[in-house]
């Protein structure tokens, strides 16, 4: 099993300029979730999809939207890029919404706006 | 803002010291977890401390949450070099099991 896996790894971006973060998981999830790290600070919830069909802001969801394309894939998309939305994002997983499971998260996504 | 706050926000031993980080959090909780992130990875869940449990082990990690002082600890026995990461706790409020909200981290650096 791959676990999580986020496509790219690095990206850099003009100022004004579009692109979707790449999330899947294969362990047969339910919800799925995207944070942002910035430097010296802990994960901030961007979006989140308790279950397949269903999508939820999170505490920074301005300037991003989401799609939970099926159970496995849930991207993240920046329609104009800013220099704040420079950080390192992250897809998680997990089994549901019971608060005892835990989550499991991809390697991220380094992204620069310039 | 974020629900819970670590402390120290950094800290330094030496290979086989123990290693001690605070975590604090606003709201009543159903949970705390602790995970850990080695420097340009994802985050590795360490351990999970229901709202009704005082203490619980896993190996060499001793974690105690005190619900009236709403706040956590967690212990790392023997340090070795290879528990060099940050640590996060992360908490979901009673009533909101749908996400977890982190706190800001403590840097640990196990020198030889």
């Known amino acids: 099993n791959a676990g999580v896996t986020q496509t790219p790894k690095f990206q850099v971006l003009k100022t004004g300029q579009s692109m979707t973060l790449q999330c899947a998981q294969d362990m047969n999830h339910n919800s799925m979730y995207w944070y942002r790290q910035d430097p010296g600070m802990g994960l901030r919830l961007i979006y989140y999809s308790a279950s397949e069909g269903t999508t939820d802001k999170g505490e920074v969801p301005n300037g991003y939207n989401v799609s939970r394309l099926n159970k496995r894939e849930f991207s993240l998309r920046l329609e104009s890029a800013a220099p704040s939305q420079t950080s390192v994002y992250f897809c998680?997983?997990?089994?549901?919404?019971?608060?005892?499971?835990?989550?499991?998260f991809g390697p991220g996504t380094r992204l620069t706006v310039t | 803002s974020q629900q819970g706050e670590e402390d120290p926000q950094a800290l330094s031993i030496q290979e086989g010291e123990n290693a001690t980080m605070n975590c604090s959090y606003k709201t009543s909780i159903n949970n705390l977890q602790w995970y850990r992130q080695n420097s340009g990875r994802g985050l590795v869940h360490l351990i999970l401390?229901?709202?009704?449990?005082r203490e619980k082990h896993s190996g060499r990690l001793r974690v105690t949450l005190d619900t009236s002082k709403k706040s956590s600890s967690l212990l790392i026995t023997a340090s070795r070099a290879a528990d060099t990461a940050s640590y996060f706790c992360a908490t979901d409020k009673t009533g909101t099991a749908s996400k977890l909200t982190f706190g800001t981290g403590t840097r640990l650096q196990v020198t030889l």
């Open positions: 401390i229901r709202s009704n449990e």
């Open positions: 998680a997983s997990r089994p549901g919404v019971a608060s005892t499971y835990e989550q499991y």
